[in-house]
């Protein structure tokens, strides 16, 4: 760095390393469209930083190093808006929706067919962005529409942010408003990790982007899948274009994230054909939504309309129906899982959420229950989003009658009455049964022939479900003994899909030992554990007889870990399974150990996102590499790790989203330490 010598050449290339960044950041968040590698990406980013240590003097609040700040805030101060969020009407219908559209028409004094643009109504929190001079200055929440609370910091960490507007001709003071919000996976993963770790879970979405948006750490925030839409334009300092569409595709020129489904309609029939549109592929839409937004186009036209109260006469969302409603919860069952785990289980007097009848929703543990203080005869809130099992969010305390009566967990398993049990410190209480216990049964044979452990094509729930209950099998190993004539015995199965089932068994048994192991459903022994003991040890026999202390010395196994697996082959019943198995001719093809204990992280796959800090992310790439490890681009189901780096963005989101193990800096630099030492 010192051989630059003239300041004037220096800054010069700071100011250009940060013009590539932010374009690169564009590319990558507005348009859906990188044209650099993530390599380049960090050697550009630590070109920067590097400088940026070697002279602070020349770091700016708006250089793409400097979203996360160092320290926890005390508290939000208070911003009061120039101009009044305001909020908007509602129609629910057709009929409402023409009244609107008439409204408008009258007040305007003309018979012509208003343009519209319609857009889908995120439900998430309303910010407002202050750019001055093309730089964040202030990022506030609505409040009561008058008065937010000032989230700069926090707002300054979600990386489809702009810190300062691209291009030129934005106006000195440009305030935006838009939805920021958590997307279904991300939102989906986060309560996953809470509830594995008996923290509290949010009840939907948008709670979770409220919480995270209100976090007085802003390096906790950042690493909360979060994102945004723009929507519109609050006080504004210069000239915009005329129409809504315009302005919205001015402001992603400018750098900022618009949604990709807004589109104009003709009318108000043409706003229903968006609206049916839109809520036919709600599900399928990575956000939550409760409805879509119209807005006359024209801001000529949306000045003479005005306002009304605190809403605008010229928009109105039209309301999808809820996905949360209330109901009564009649009676707690308790269902069993695969590892014994014990869910309790509401069922409900039927209610219709967002057009769908539920009849039960899961009550998830009895720390849940306990934390909702939930009881038989409550009035409870119900929760359902696309296919997911509904769940029960809240209790309408006022509601509450006399007698509701407290839930208590059973002190035996409900399908096989042996004892239940809830290790101290444990969120979960499970059937100590195994698999004597036949729900138990039935959930590790599904496990067992799922697609991604032995992946037995045409064995469905429903046919475990039945063989189990007519006694044809009691555990995994009964599957291979199977006829085609006993199957073809069962409901719903011809003699063809009888065969076709016999084979596709037959042509499961050769599989790998990656798999098999994974197939048997030891607790805690997932994909990648699985991966790395088959590598570690090479063969089944060696894994059945490891002691402890062996086990803690294969990647990723902890104590738990190893626990589990010691338990597992200790009991006889299980050995015999595994044995009957082999013996029906399951098998696979050798591991060679002495490679894989060069290559310690062969078949793992590993995604770098972000920026690293003490080493390049080609300086990791090459030692994970030499380690074995494959270096992928992009995070997908294969993916086993992603090492989450400074303003990691939606790899780290789409990490969340599919559960896959993410670690950082740190933790990368123990895992390299391991095997290097
Ligand atoms: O709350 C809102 C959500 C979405 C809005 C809004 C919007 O546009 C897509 N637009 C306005 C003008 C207002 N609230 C006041």
Known sequence: MTQISDRQQLEDKVKDLREQLREHNFRYYIKDDPTVSDGAYDTLFHTLRKLEEEYPQLITSDSPTQRVGAQPIEGFTQVTHRLPMLSLGNVFNDEELNDFDRRVRDRLESEAIVEYTCEPKIDGLAVSLLYVDGLLTLASTRGDGSVGENITENVRTIGSIPLQLRGQGYPKELEVRGEVFMSKQGFSSLNKRALANSEKVFVNARNAAAGSLRQLDPRMTAKRPLDIFCYSVGYVDGELPNTQSEILAQLQEWGLKTNPEVKTAMGPKECTAYYLDILNRRDELGYEIDGVVYKVNSLTLQNKLGFVSRAPRWATSHKFPAQEETTRLLDV?????????????????????????????????????????????????????????????????????????????????????????????????????????????????????????????????????????????????????????????????????????????????????????????????????????????????????????????????????????????????????????????????????????????????????????????????????????????????????????????????????????????????????????
């Not at 494959?630 to 997908?636: A, N």
């Open 333 to 677: 069952e308790f269902q069993v899982g695969r590892t014994g785990a014990i869910t309790p289980v509401a069922r409900l007097e039927p209610v219709l959420v967002g057009g769908v009848t539920v009849s039960n929703a899961t009550l998830h543990n009895m720390d849940e229950v306990e934390r909702m203080d939930v009881r038989v005869g409550d009035t409870v809130m119900v929760y359902r989003a696309g296919d997911v099992i509904p769940k029960v969010v809240k209790v309408i305390l006022d509601k509450r009658a006399e007698g509701a009566k407290r839930i208590v967990m059973p002190s035996v398993c409900p399908v096989c009455e042996s004892p239940i049990e809830k290790p101290e410190g444990e969120a979960v209480a499970r059937c100590s049964g195994g698999l004597i216990c036949k729900a138990q049964s039935k959930e590790a044979i599904k496990h067992f022939a799922s697609r991604r452990a032995m992946d037995v094509d045409g064995l469905g729930d429903k046919l475990v479900e039945q063989l189990v209950d007519t006694g044809k099998i009691s555990n995994v190993a009964g599957l291979f003994e199977l006829s085609a004539e006993q199957l073809a015995s069962m409901d719903r199965m011809g003699a063809k899909s009888a065969e076709n089932l016999v084979v596709a068994l037959e042509k499961s048994k050769m599989t790998t030992l990656p798999r098999f192991l994974f197939a048997l459903g030891i607790r805690e022994v997932g994909e990648a554990t699985a991966l790395n003991l088959a590598n570690f040890y090479g063969d089944l026999a060696a894994i059945q007889v490891a002691n402890e202390e062996s086990l803690l010395e294969v990647p990723d196994v902890g104590p738990i870990v190893a626990r589990y697996l010691k338990l597992f082959f200790a009991q006889p019943h299980n050995v015999e399974v595994v044995e009957q198995l082999q013996q029906s001719g399951v098998h696979w093809p050798a591991i060679d150990v002495v490679t894989n204990q060069d290559k310690p992280l062969e078949g793992q796959v590993f995604v770098l996102t972000g920026s690293l800090i003490k080493m390049t992310r080609n300086e990791a790439k090459a030692q994970l590499q030499q380690l074995g490890a494959k270096v992928s681009g992009s995070v997908s189901k294969k993916t086993h790790c992603v090492v989450a780096g400074d303003a990691a963005g939606s790899k780290l989101k789409k990490a969340q989203d599919l559960g896959v193990d993410v670690i950082d800096e740190n933790e990368l630099e123990k895992l390299l330490a391991r095997y290097n030492a």
